[in-house]
DNA sequence: AGAATGTCTGGCGTA
DNA sequence: GTACGCCAGACA
């Protein structure tokens, strides 16, 4: 196949063009590729059935209810998936399903997925487990609270337990008896025991201390979160989130409802075991007495003891909360603590179930996935309302959010999301915790050079425009731009091409860079606009934007887990993942020191260095999705590509191939446009969607309309291609991460996850020994976890390491010159 | 009436 | 080719 052929189809309508004989093949394949998701993934190549396209579509689209016809395709793969009618007792304990999955890869490496802990009830639990269960929490209350308002509502609990099945009529009528015997006993009795709604634990003597800790570690569950200085708290949407966490509300589970009964819809708040509600206050005072010190070493202690406990912990936004404990706890490698910390985010989990879904409040989750029954609780203005009837209002929301995680948990193991949640997701939350509250140490006087630099420039170019031009306008303004190019220089007629692209619901002339570059050779007025809007963008988003970003001398992004449909992280404030990585080139402005025609070299990265006695080490997934489409489409020659020239760049050996070249003599720009032609071959291409079970809701197309069909198909491919990208990368960083946790030597810290590239911190002392374990448990991968998820190809891995992340030298070199 | 604010869009950086 | 975030201008 020769180059050519593709040349011309760079910058028109690819769909038109006959497509390379590769290109072919990878349509070919996808078309005919079945479903690809967890299930059979690893199978796809062996045996690819024929498959219309249609159905693929129908299976594709087919959400709640239907999802039977899904299951019903792979009924043998739903380990740790049980179906929701199944009643059948199960003689197993409740995390059987999950961890009998893992046990090969654990027993195979020391790196401990945090699922092995994963302990969420079960479907299948068993009769005689709920009694002995029932059991526990009576001997538990009778023994921790000696209260006989207790025992008899846990009598009236249980009577309505048994009786609910049959009488289902009773669940409103129990909710509201509940509710008032509750609030009845909570209130009466004195602050300093368990008896209110919520319980300040900087009140209570050393008994309840004692107690609490007990309750602690004997919780099946504990549901926590954040609530700030205004009184509100992470489960209702308040306006900015301008004020700061002041401390965390705790609700204490002894019982864990069973899923079961969950799923009949028949569970109500008042038949749950309500549990304990506790205050933990974290905000540090700057006075210092040696109370508050006390007060400060128990916090401390309940909050590792939560974040240590075998149960799952549950938090609407599990990130922050992980976060706030690990500053509160002070930044001294205490992080290593959470590497296994299991939280249950509805968020997330609801994310899963549709990624589509930007970033739903609490309240909006509640009302899309529990009954009417329960609504949030929000509380009027602060001054309004009692703190009693806020902190019922908490309590009642700890218990809502308690039930609609429980929710979204059975349904996450409908949809086939299990495994993705707990080995992948939930794993993931302590490393973005961790992330966001490291610092990135910034050069902040280069970059305020930088800025005023720039600014200069920009003024330079902006008199130019406006001497071009003929008159003042506002540089930056599309309208005043297109008025003065093509209104009065007229320049669209003198264009060679017959049409310019238009753009907006008025159809006007688009002044894009690719239009502006097509007329740059008739005026000189487009020249100095792409200059100028080029120059202002990197001033504007890397250097200002980033300077706004800044504290204290250094950035920490925010990363956000459920903000793409594929499954890719992002990153905001700054949005560290789209910082310029190409340096800009521009001529010294007239009033600057220095020679007439200097020219400055300007890269955002530069400005962002490592801190002292650390190196920036980056390890990159080589063209992780190319091999990943390889893989998945089972195409021989991709194969071949990826097996025989594994110590060569796969680009440049394409562009060897196609241009019938040496390799030697293969430019960065021939090796730039090959890529360019292989990724639109790639997302231009077939079909298909998900690959480790992550899945994408994918509207109803006719099947006569082409091209939405076709845009729906890149999309698909795009998803399926990305999607298993994110996998990859988000596992590599759970690995390296436990690994790092667990080591007693290595210190080294993940700074930023650039899709397929990780970004850490280390040692200069640690870096071949970390390096070695990176690159190791990277190109391991290829294996995920059973033999059934084996990559068709090698994974490779190029590490460069530098003391600021725009000089990044490889690996080698780096340890030489050091 | 003019100022301030929120939402949308075009354009462009990253992968 | 898609999918992100951010900026500035336009407009309600």
């Given amino acids: 196949m020769k180059m050519e052929n593709c040349e011309t189809c760079v910058g028109f309508d690819l769909s038109k063009i006959p497509l390379s ?163 009845a006993q909570l209130n009466s009795g004195d602050s300093r025991t368990f008896k209110k709604y919520l319980c300040d634990i900087r009140y209570l003597d ?185 902190n019922k209002n908490i309590y009642m929301n700890l218990n809502t959010l308690y039930r609609l995680t429980m929710d979204l948990c059975s349904k996450l193991k409908v949809h086939g999301l299990w495994q993705l949640f707990c080995t992948l997701e939930i794993p993931l939350i302590p490393i973005l915790a961790v992330m966001e509250n490291h610092k990135i140490q910034v050069n902040k006087e280069e970059m305020e050079r930088t800025s005023t630099l720039l600014g200069a420039r920009l003024k330079e170019l902006e008199q130019q425009a406006h001497f071009i031009a003929g008159e003042r306008f506002l540089i930056m303004s599309n309208n005043q731009l297109r008025e003065i190019l093509f209104g009065k220089l007229k320049l669209h007629l003198l264009s060679p091409r017959k049409s310019l692209p238009k753009t907006g619901p008025q159809q006007h002339l688009s002044t894009s860079e690719a239009v502006l570059s097509s007329l740059q050779d008739l005026h000189p007025l487009p020249k100095t606009i792409l200059e100028y809007r080029h120059i202002h963008k990197i001033k504007s988003t890397f250097i200002d934007g980033l300077l706004a970003c800044m504290k204290k001398g250094s950035i920490s992004s925010k990363w956000n887990q459920t903000g793409t449909v594929t499954g890719r992280l992002s990153a905001t404030h700054p949005n560290i993942q789209g910082i310029s990585k190409h340096s800009i080139q521009i001529a010294k402005p007239l009033n600057f020191k220095g020679k007439e025609d200097e020219t400055f070299t300007i890269s955002p990265r530069t400005l962002l260095v490592s801190s002292r006695g650390h190196i920036f080490l980056a390890a990159d997934f080589s063209q992780i999705e190319l091999r990943i489409l390889a893989h998945l489409s089972g195409d021989p020659e991709l194969l071949k590509l990826f097996q025989e020239s594994e110590r060569d760049d796969v680009f440049s050996t394409l562009a060897s191939q196609w241009k019938d070249i040496p390799m030697e003599h293969v430019t960065y720009a021939d090796r730039e446009q090959t890529k360019k032609v292989v990724y639109s071959v790639v997302y231009g291409a077939g079909y298909v969607a998900s690959i480790m079970g992550r899945r994408r809701p994918l509207p109803r197309i006719h099947a006569r309309d082409q091209q939405l069909r076709a845009q729906a198909e890149r999309q698909a491919v795009n998803f399926m291609v990305q999607g298993s990208a994110a996998d990859l990368c988000k596992m590599a960083m759970i690995r390296i991460f436990s690994a790092v946790a667990t080591s007693p030597t290595l210190t080294a810290r993940l700074v930023a996850q650039i899709h397929d590239e990780l970004l850490f911190e280390v040692e200069d002392t640690q870096v071949p020994e970390f390096a070695a374990l990176v690159r190791g448990t990277m190109e391991s991968l290829q294996r995920i976890q059973d033999p059934e998820l084996q990559l068709q190809v090698p994974l490779k891995v190029s590490l460069s390491a530098g003391r600021s992340w725009g000089h990044l030298v490889p690996l080698q070199e780096a340890l030489g010159s050091a």
């Fill in 206 to 390: 050393d008994q309840s201390k004692n107690q609490l800790m007990e309750m602690l570690k004997q919780a099946a569950a504990l549901v926590v979160t954040l609530m700030y200085k205004d009184g509100s708290t992470q489960l209702i949407a308040n306006q900015a989130q301008t004020s700061s966490v002041k401390g965390i509300v705790m609700l204490l589970k002894s019982q864990v409802d069973n899923l079961e009964t969950l799923a009949c819809g028949a569970l109500e708040v008042g038949f749950m075991s309500q549990g304990q509600c506790v205050y933990i206050h974290i905000e540090l005072s700057s006075l210092w007495s040696q109370e508050q010190e006390a007060y400060h070493l128990f916090a401390r202690n309940v909050l590792f003891q939560t974040l240590k406990c075998k149960c799952p912990v549950i938090c609407f936004n599990a990130k922050d909360f992980v976060r706030i404990v690990l500053q509160f706890f002070g930044d001294d490698g205490s992080w290593k603590h959470v590497a296994d910390f299991v939280g249950l985010d509805p968020r997330i989990a609801a994310w899963l179930i549709d990624p589509s879904d930007g970033t739903p409040s609490f309240e909006d989750l509640v009302a899309k996935h529990l009954e009417k029954s329960f609504s949030v609780k929000v509380s009027s203005t602060c001054g309004n309302s009692s703190s009693n009837i806020k």
């Fill in 21 to 183: 004989s590769i290109a072919q093949k990878i349509m070919c394949a996808l078309h005919s590729g079945d479903l690809v998701d967890s299930k059979n993934w690893g199978e796809s190549t062996k045996i690819v059935k024929p498959i219309s396209t249609s159905s693929v579509k129908d299976s594709v689209i087919l959400k709640d209810g239907k999802n039977q016809s899904l299951e019903k395709k792979n009924p043998k793969s739903l380990t740790g998936q049980t179906s929701r009618g199944s009643t059948k007792p199960s003689p197993h304990s409740s995390s059987t399903g999950l961890t009998g999955q893992l046990s090969a890869d654990q027993k195979q490496k020391n790196i401990s997925l945090a699922s092995s802990r994963c302990s969420v009830p079960h479907c299948d639990q068993e009769a005689s487990d709920l009694q002995k269960m029932e059991h526990k929490k009576k001997h538990f209350l009778n023994e921790n609270i000696n209260n006989e308002n207790k025992e008899s509502m846990n009598l009236k609990r249980k009577h309505i337990m048994y009786s609910n099945s049959s009488e289902k009529t009773n669940k409103y009528l129990a909710l509201e008896e509940n509710a008032g015997e509750v609030k």
